[in-house]
């Protein structure tokens, strides 16, 4: 039978076929993740716990004959196969690893990470496959026409729906019993804080997540950074045009005010760009830290300490400032491993740049256009964001070292005193690592940490705070007043009035919430000082994670104030207001000018 022959007797059932499947997907997708949700959350006999794994197995089983089916039934198999290159590969190591368990009794995934001391790795297998295959049913109902009527929402919209989506899965997950290796299951509240705290990559914890935490509820937390880190719509789109021949135009909108870039058509070339990129300054991130332990740091197993690089380099790359170790990088292991120290700094720095900057900085393309043309400059977007970071990061430097020098400093040499000081002004504005003892600072260094975490890190990166490039403009519009100037301009470009009204209202927005929210954590927990209270709320709005050890003592009602103030950093107060506005009639109108005496 030809080719054409067999498409011909194929034809009349197409419509049918991909009907079944699809509803097939559906509901096997949610019944392995749910059975895979119980298994490591919930089951605790090992009977139990080996029959759902049979069942899951056969699951993906169906996966891969369902894919063998879509093949036959595509009459353009070979693009189609070029197409979901990324789908067919996953479903190959699921038909490898079957048929070496079921049919010669050799577990190949098991055997391949075992290997290496990688515990849970089956285990790790099967969820990789089942989110993967959750991303697909995502996917497949945002394409269903139906839900597209159905769901008529702005993008900026589906931007805050996304990460409260997040944060409510990461704490039902986190509630679970096997999760944590305190009896019973976490609380509601205590789930929520360290649920938010990670998916907006802030770093502020209610527990330990070292001791407090089993190996499944740590997998859980760095997935939540990882997703948080670049936003869960970032990826569902990644994966989008990873599985398909591309996304609708709404899709590119959403991207283009996520990931802050100059036009639409930039956002397509892009997010391909973004994730793979991510992805490789995460891995290298993770052989460096692997490298850089120390002596004094000790694992249980090889595939322990690779599971502490690979989290380490993420949380510092997402800017989270998480660890799993309790006092952070001030532990006594890792309190004077001075390169890896420096390794977490260069980690955080890529990732509080920003992407736009990332790939306009090192991605290939960008790299040999400017080998080829070694007069072409970066794009001005760039220049102010890595000269701002600079600027930033030596003003924090020598303000450090000059006010901690005779108190936590006191005890180290020039060279080890500098490297703290440096790695201390890096983490302050986006990250909230520490290497020093928060609670032991003195009052001037905390206000000058209160200042740095405000400006935060730049557009389009994993940080928050009002962005760098919005202090410039800031800073701009007040010499251009002073100066008795007519435009902004930088870098022999004109800045638009529009632009400098909308960094003059994230500003506002941005101070008159953490006023707010300080007024209010001062009501609930007055047994705190004022600087406490201070340093706690614009650290969880600017998605630090510094904290003078206060956010475990703080009451539910501080806990919830903070859990509100860290997504509304993440998501941007300005994109809360745009997605929750009404636009007007009408704007085509001006009222006459008057005077009002300002100053």
């Known amino acids: 039978m030809n080719t054409e022959t067999l498409n011909r007797a194929l034809y009349g059932t197409k419509l049918t076929a991909y009907a079944t499947m699809r509803r097939t ?23 139990k716990l080996r029959l759902l794994y049979y069942i899951i197995d056969w699951i993906l089983a169906v996966f891969v004959i369902i894919y063998f089916i879509r093949i036959l039934y595509n009459f353009e198999r070979k693009n189609f196969l070029k197409r979901t290159w990324f789908e067919g590969t996953l479903m190959a190591i699921i038909l490898v690893n079957q048929v070496g368990t079921y049919v010669f009794g050799i577990p190949v995934i098991y055997n391949v990470f075992e290997s290496i001391g990688i515990p849970l790795s089956v285990d790790i297998y099967r969820v990789i496959i089942s989110l993967y295959m959750l ?58 804080f360290m649920s938010a705290s990670a998916s907006c990559v802030t770093g502020l914890a209610v527990v330990d997540p070292g001791t407090y935490f089993t190996h499944s509820g740590q997998l859980v937390l760095l997935m939540l950074i990882q997703l948080g880190g670049l936003g869960i719509l970032t990826f569902a789109t990644f994966f989008a045009t990873l599985m398909r021949q591309g996304v609708a135009l709404k899709q590119h909108v959403a991207m283009q005010q996520i990931l802050e870039t100059e036009t639409l058509y930039s956002t397509k070339g892009m997010l391909r760009q973004l994730v793979y990129l991510t992805l490789l300054i995460e891995g290298i991130g993770a052989v460096f830290v692997f490298l850089t332990w120390g002596p004094d740091a000790k694992f249980v197993s090889l595939g322990s300490k690779i599971f502490y690089s690979v989290f380490h380099s993420v949380s510092a790359f997402c800017n989270a400032g998480f660890s799993l170790y309790p006092e952070n990088l001030y532990t006594k292991p890792l309190r004077f491993s001075y390169v890896l120290h420096l390794v977490i700094a260069g980690l955080i720095i890529f990732g509080g740049i920003g992407f736009p900057t990332i790939l306009d900085v090192l991605s290939p393309k960008a790299m040999r256009g400017r080998m080829a043309a070694p007069w072409k400059n970066w794009r001005l977007l760039s220049r102010i964001t890595i000269y701002t970071s600079a600027a930033l990061i030596l003003l924090g430097t020598i303000g450090f070292f000059l006010l901690e020098y005779y108190n936590t400093l006191a005890h180290l040499n020039f060279a080890e005193a500098l490297i703290t000081a440096f790695f201390q002004s890096v983490t302050t504005r986006t990250a909230g690592y520490n290497t020093v003892d928060i609670s032991a600072l003195t009052v001037p260094t905390l206000l000058m940490f209160l200042f740095l975490m405000f400006i935060g890190a730049s557009p389009g990166s994993t940080g928050g705070g009002i962005k760098t490039t919005t202090f410039v403009v800031i800073l701009l519009a007040v010499i251009t007043t002073i100066r008795n100037k007519k435009y902004l ?93 009404t636009r007007p009639p009408s704007t085509d109108y001006k009222f006459p000018e008057t005077q009002i005496v300002v100053g």
């Open 25 to 47: 997907t559906y509901l096997l997708t949610l019944i392995s993740v749910g059975l895979l949700v119980y298994a490591h959350g919930v089951v605790e006999d090992q009977e």
């Open 135 to 192: 991303v697909l049913l995502i996917i497949e109902l945002l394409e269903t026409r139906i839900h597209q009527k159905a769901i008529m929402l702005q993008p900026g919209v589906s931007f805050l729906l996304s990460f409260i989506l997040l944060i409510l899965v990461g704490a039902g997950l986190f509630m679970l019993p096997k999760m944590t290796n305190v009896p019973g299951s976490m609380r509601f509240i205590d789930a929520l």
């Open 489 to 581: 301009e930088i870098g022999n470009r004109t800045i638009p009035h529009s632009v400098a009204y909308k960094a003059f209202s994230v500003f506002a927005f941005a101070a008159l919430l953490n006023m707010l929210f300080i007024f209010m954590l001062a009501i609930s927990d007055p047994n705190y000082g004022l600087i406490q209270l201070a340093v706690e709320q614009v650290s969880a709005f600017a998605t630090v994670g510094l904290s003078t050890g206060i956010t475990a003592g703080l009451s539910d009602f501080g806990k919830s104030v903070l859990i509100l103030s860290m997504y509304l950093g993440r998501v941007g107060t300005l994109t809360l207001a745009l997605a929750l506005s």
